[in-house]
């Protein structure tokens, strides 16, 4: 199994900032991509971005320009830098892992508030 524990979620106002981090522990050399969803409410969860084991990233239209996605492999955490936030970001913020079997693992989440 793979624990993930997401942190760094909190109250800004638009235009500001926020770097969340999701520390992953377990069975992590099986995990082969890692990424951030979030969460809305009244809506359904949606991906926010990706990062393979190849750095490879991918990054919903909303978020492009805005935010980046980094891992660092030693300290097993991966990282979404969040700029120019926007009102429309406020969401629970969910760390993901996917497995190399395709199993994925979920965070309990981290609540972003944006303020305008």
């Known amino acids: 199994q793979v624990q993930l524990v997401e942190s760094g979620g909190g109250l800004v106002q638009a235009g500001g900032s926020l770097r969340l981090s999701c520390a992953a522990s377990?069975?992590?050399?099986?995990?082969?991509?890692m990424g951030w969803y979030r969460q809305a409410p009244g809506k359904q969860r949606e991906l926010v971005a990706t990062i393979t084991n190849g750095e490879t990233s991918n990054y919903a239209d909303s978020v492009k320009g805005r935010f980046t996605i980094s891992r660092n492999n030693a300290k097993n955490t991966v990282y979404l830098q969040m700029n120019n936030l926007k009102p429309e970001d406020t969401a629970v913020y969910y760390c993901?892992?996917?497995?190399?079997?395709?199993?994925?693992?979920w965070g309990k989440g981290t609540l972003v508030t944006v303020s305008s």
């Open positions: 993901n892992a996917r497995l190399v079997s395709g199993i994925p693992y």
């Open positions: 377990g069975l992590i050399f099986s995990i082969n991509a």
